[in-house]
T-cell receptor
Framework: DTAVSQTPKYLVTQMGNDKSIKCEQN?????MYWYKQDSKKFLKIMFS???????INETVPNRFSPKSPDKAHLNLHINSLELGDSAVYFC?????????????FGPGTRLTVT | GDSVTQMEGPVTLSEEAFLTINCTYT??????LFWYVQYPGEGLQLLLK?????DKGSNKGFEATYRKETTSFHLEKGSVQVSDSAVYFC????????????FGAGTILRVKS
């Protein structure tokens, strides 16, 4: 049973479109994250939620909007896609924020904007 | 702000060679330190971690020691295998910053048989 799953695995779309990436964890964790990995493999935090509450919102364009309908799900919606949004997006989860726990990562969603 | 610096790769070794990947960090306070590994086409997996100074993390023959005096967390393995070929990321996190992981640039390791 997959701990952290993401859909879709691959997403190819044109500039200007709106798309969503979904993430689900079945670990019973309270905290979820979105990270972006660029073409040079560099990873950077985008957002985190704890029990459906936004905790971290890094300097990400307003076109990116996370939504957490419940603590097991954290979705990422992207409006007006740009070429520079092409990357691999990873969802992760950890038990909670009280201590530093391991983060469990999903398999990633490779977004290609043409 | 917090940052992590790793040695640039790719690092190419023959099977059974000794591996060292250097990692240093800049942070105030007492961050927790991690090594994550990414195999081709996969997500990241935690390899090992250390949460306080002088802690040694170890897993699958890999080791790293949290050195506060040199702000370092170098990854070592005595004898690498072809299956160790992957990208290795050093990272830190702090509770006061929501436990977000701050990653180094990653080091590609290639092991030849």
């Amino acid at each position: 049973d997959t701990a952290v799953s993401q859909t879709p695995k691959y997403l190819v779309t044109q500039m200007g479109n709106d798309k969503s990436i979904k993430c689900e964890q079945n670990l019973g964790h309270d905290t979820m994250y979105w990270y972006k990995q660029d073409s040079k493999k560099f990873l950077k935090i985008m957002f985190s939620y704890n029990n459906k509450e936004l905790i971290i919102n890094e300097t990400v364009p307003n076109r990116f909007s996370p939504k957490s309908p419940d603590k097991a799900h954290l979705n990422l919606h992207i409006n007006s896609l740009e070429l520079g949004d092409s990357a691999v997006y990873f969802c992760a989860s950890s038990a909670d924020l009280a201590v530093v726990y391991e983060q469990y990562f999903g398999p990633g969603t490779r977004l290609t904007v043409t | 702000g917090d940052s992590v610096t790793q040695m640039e790769g790719p690092v190419t070794l023959s099977e059974e060679a000794f591996l060292t990947i250097n990692c240093t960090y800049t942070a105030t306070g007492y961050p927790s330190l991690f090594w994550y590994v990414q195999y081709p086409g996969e997500g990241l997996q935690l390899l090992l971690k250390a949460t306080k100074a002088d802690d040694k993390g170890s897993n699958k023959g890999f080791e790293a020691t949290y050195r506060k005096e040199t702000t370092s967390f170098h990854l070592e393995k005595g004898s690498v295998q072809v299956s160790d070929s992957a990208v290795y990321f050093c990272a830190l996190s702090r509770m006061e910053y929501g436990n977000k992981l701050v990653f180094g640039a990653g080091t590609i390791l290639r092991v030849k048989s």
